[in-house]
């Protein structure tokens, strides 16, 4: 059983920056998995923000590009989501996410982090 816990969010002004944390526990194959961040505001869907391979590979939503950077410590088993120039439209919480894939048989969620970006 994967624990995902996240943490770092907070009340920020327009133009500052956030670092938020997530840590895995419970299964040695999160370090095969890939890890991603995930937001989701008041009445929207759940999207991706950014994610990361076991590799490093990383990808990330159109609306993060150039301004938030992911990264992991695989040994640590820890994904990070570092935020510059935040924006009001960045305001919702922030979740971590183990897909299914190889080695997980189902969608791992932490329990989420609010960000709120004030104008």
Known sequence: QV???ESGGGLV????????????SGSAFVKLSTMGWYRQAP?????????????GTANYADFGKGRFTV????AKNTLFLEMNRLEPEDTASYFCK???GTFMSIDY????TQVTVSS
Do not use: F, H, N, Y
């Open 43 to 55: 009445g929207k869907q759940r999207e991706l923000v950014a994610e990361m391979t076991r590799d």
């Open 109 to 112: 969620w932490g329990q989420g």
């Open 71 to 74: 990264s992991r410590d695989i």
């Open 13 to 24: 002004q327009a133009g500052g920056s956030l670092r938020l944390t997530c840590t895995a």
């Open 98 to 100: 183990v897909p299914r």
């Open 3 to 5: 624990r995902l816990v």
